[in-house]
Structure formats: C-alpha cells, structure tokens
C-alpha cells in the first residue's frame, strides 16, 4: 500500500515486507527486506524508508466470509454487484501482465480490475507510494481510451522539467499513443502510474539540488565527496542530523551560488509530529522539498489539473460515502484518503468511489489489503445492490481523522 504520510515507517525496523501476489495467488516464501530506519533528530531517517504493514496478520472480514462474493471472477459484466481482484492473501496483490485485449477497452472493468499499484513480478522503483496516481489512471481508464490517453498527454505537456526528463514525457506520450490505439499492455499502465508519481511528487527536490551543485563546477573534490554522502545518505534513509543540515548547506549554497537553507519541516497531514518530519530545502528563500513517502491531498489534486481534470473538493466531516456517491454526476470520480486496512488509524491510503459515464457506480482501491478488492462494480443510478453497499461500508469504516484531528477531504475529478 502506498504511505500518504510516513505513519507506516515509524511501525518498526526492519520489517519484512511480504512478496506481491499476483491473481490472487499466495505469496511465496520470499520475502523483501526493508531498509532499516534511522532515528535522528529530525525524525527523518524512517521519513525516506520503504517500510510497510506486514498484513499477513489480518483477518478475513466477516462481511466477506459468507459465501456471497468469494472470488475476483464473480459475476459477468452485466452482473452487478460484483468484486473483480479479490486478495485473498497477507501480500501486496500485484497486476496482471501483457497486452490488454483491444475489446477490454469497451469494458474497462476488465482493466481495472486487474491492475493494481504493484507491478506483475513485485514491487519496484516507487510502486510501495504512489496509490494517488494508480487511483487517478484507473479513473482515466474507466472513463474510456480517450480520456485516459488525454490525460497522459496532458500531464506530460504540463509537468515541469525537473520532475520529468525529456525522455520521460516521450514516454508517457507514447503510451498515451498506446492506449488510444488499443496496443497497450499493462507493463504500460504500471510505467505509467510511476511517471505520473513523479510528476506530481513536489517534494523530492534536496537531491536534485546536491546534484545541481555537483554539477555546477564550483565544488572542490573534497566538497563534491561531502556533497555526495549527504546526497547518498538521504536516498537511503540514513542518519540525518542539525548538523549536517548546516554542513550541506553552506556546500550547496556555495555550488549553487545563491543562498539555500537544509532543515527539518513537519509533514503537513501531521503537524507538531516530530517521528513524520522530512528533510526541506529552501534555494534563494524558495521552498522545495524531499518526501520519500505517497501523496499529499495537495498534491494528489495538482497532478490532476496537470492532466486535465477538472477537481472540486468534498468535506468528508459532513458527508458519507453512500452521501459522496449520491452526490456524483455520471463521469466522476472521488478519491478518498482513508485507512489502508480493517487494523488501521491513520488515513493513510487513497481509494476510489466513482461512476462510469452511464452511471454505473465503482470502488477501487490500487493496493487491496487481505479481504479487499482491487474494483467492485454497482448499479447504476442511486439505487445500488447490497453486496456493493457492503463494500462502501468496509471504507466508511476506515474513514478516520488525520494527524491534525481533521477529517480528510474528497478530491472529484472528471476526465
């Protein structure tokens, strides 16, 4: 499950981190290893480490155990109702693989439903982060080729270039040009959501500024090496403390040749929380950034207008889910920070509650604990089967206050 704040990492250290699973099968013994935190006293050594929930401990909701809905292949697509990527196990459900059947773009249920935020063969590169983007892609893909192919296009064309290369909005053009052609596979869609993580990601910018300073030729060998380790450090999570910050400092405003400030800053979900702070960087009193973890509302609603869509916010302190769906026209979707399992409390975790544009109702939720569904589909219009408000029912149990003892709002988008 991707972290929108780091409230997993601070769990513990060394935590092994069950192997994907893909289709629903069980999880091998392998199992992934995890960087070790690293207190210090920024509370940022955990702030950049991959350390996730072990859910091998959970159990099967009893709301799943009766027999109604038992299998991600329940039903037909004119069935409502319906649960598509059931994970029956204590690992993280991984994607299918392949090319994507032309005709399954007609019916996208048969995409969504099998493409999660973790790619076929295990996690990599930022897949443990990035739920807010996966949500925002599979809302693309239900809205049809088209407007996923818009959306792509768009957020390659509006995303600056320090957070994607040249190269990368190439890339993600191209597999826009793939899926408005009905050629892409779902290795593509997997690329896809780590790009968009990149694009929207606005706080990952100490490094980039260690390596501007590398680059701009005022740096002595011996303060490249400094420069370096600090940079190294911080990609790894290590031990980061007020005295480094005012060592790399005055190296990087000496490479950079403009002042810049490295301190600690509180996340902005979880303020006063010194276990959740990151590493900040200010060039020339401009603030950016390093944050290893997920999405913040803030920037799960930027990466939406990059791409096009056209958001509006929905407080959730007054409004249910059940409410929130009612709420939306054909075409929409929500996304929603809530828990990522039946055990949590913190929101933590984004999911979906949406409709098609002929107003068939959906959940999706790109990291599915044990019990969960990757995509459950309902009826159309307001009236919607029991088994569909049962799983509504599973996220309005895990819709829980933030760090700041707020309730986390809706973001609605349509593409």
Partial sequence: ????????????QDVREPTPVEDAQPASEAV?????SVRDDFGVGSATSAVTIDKGALTLPTTLTSGR?????VGGLDRNGTGRGLNGSGGHLASARGRIAPSAWDHPEQIVGRLTQTPAGGGRGNSVYRCGPANLLAQSIMSGPDATARFLRNAAAQTPDVRLSPAEKQELRGIADAVQNRSATFDQLSRAQGLLYQAGNSRTDVIDVCNQALRSGRLSQAERGR??????ALSAGGNFTTQDATGLSRLLTKGLGQPVTVQG???????????RRFVGVEVAGQMRRTDRSGFG???LRQLGTLGGARGRDVRMDSSTLRQLLDGLAPGESATIRV??????SAADHFVTVGRRAD??????????SRGDFTLFVGARGREQPQAFLDQLQRYEDRTVVDGDQEMPSAVVNRY
């Fill in 265 to 275: 800053y509180d996340d902005p979900q979880h303020p006063g929380d010194a276990s």
């Fill in 339 to 344: 828990s990522g399992d039946d055990q949590g």
């Fill in 1 to 12: 499950m991707v972290q929108v704040t780091r409230s997993k990492s601070t769990k513990a």
């Fill in 359 to 368: 107003g068939t109702a959906y959940v999706y939720n790109p990291d599915p």
């Fill in 227 to 232: 420069v370096e380790g600090y940079r190294d």
């Fill in 69 to 73: 809905v038992t299998s991600d292949r």
């Fill in 32 to 36: 992934e290893i995890a960087t070790p």
């Fill in 297 to 299: 509302d803030d920037e």
